[in-house]
């Protein structure tokens, strides 16, 4: 689904990456659905869907337990695919945003990351405990699918030891 800008900000594009920086990183827009994004650099390919962690320089990489247990990261999620170095916007809020999931996830089922580093969200325990995400639909998959959410501000509220 394509998001639109609603800030008073010329050339925002969410849906497209670019090869040099347009914005500064860390800056926030306002979107469709209620969205709020975070303009970022991709340290790594990226694909729709994954969770992402955000230094506080602006780089992105998909979420794992390790920079999950840097309390200075933001989480977002990637709307559309980033190559290596790419520069563009991740979600952190908002309607309809698409998220990567595996497992058998209902709305109000508890999330985790998963914890094969794909920058997907499980319903396996054992790995970071999350908030801020409730699942529109359900995903019921052992590989990761696509599915829709409601994010508020994505957050890490416990990290296990067995990991």
Not at 20 to 27: I, P, S
Not at 60 to 70: G, H, P, V, Y
Not at 143 to 158: G, M, Q
């Amino acid at each position: 689904m394509p998001f639109y800008n609603t800030s008073s900000a010329i050339g925002v594009d969410f849906n497209s990456t670019s090869t040099t920086a347009l914005f500064t990183l860390n800056e926030v827009m306002r979107g469709s659905n209620d969205t709020e994004w975070t303009y970022v650099k991709a340290s790594g390919a990226l694909i729709t869907g994954q969770m992402v962690t955000i230094a506080s320089a602006g780089t992105a990489i998909k979420a794992n337990t390790t920079s999950l247990m840097t309390g200075t990261n933001d989480l977002g999620f990637v709307q559309g695919n980033f190559a290596d170095q790419d520069y563009g916007w991740v979600v952190k809020r908002g309607m309809n945003v698409s998220v990567l999931c595996s497992g058998t996830a209902a709305p109000n089922a508890l999330l985790y990351l998963s914890t094969n580093s794909n920058g997907g969200i499980s319903t396996t325990a054992g790995s970071g405990t999350l908030a801020g995400i409730q699942l529109i639909a359900s995903a019921s998959t052992a590989s990761l699918v696509l599915t829709t959410a409601i994010l508020t501000y994505p957050r890490c509220t416990a990290i296990t030891s067995n990991m």
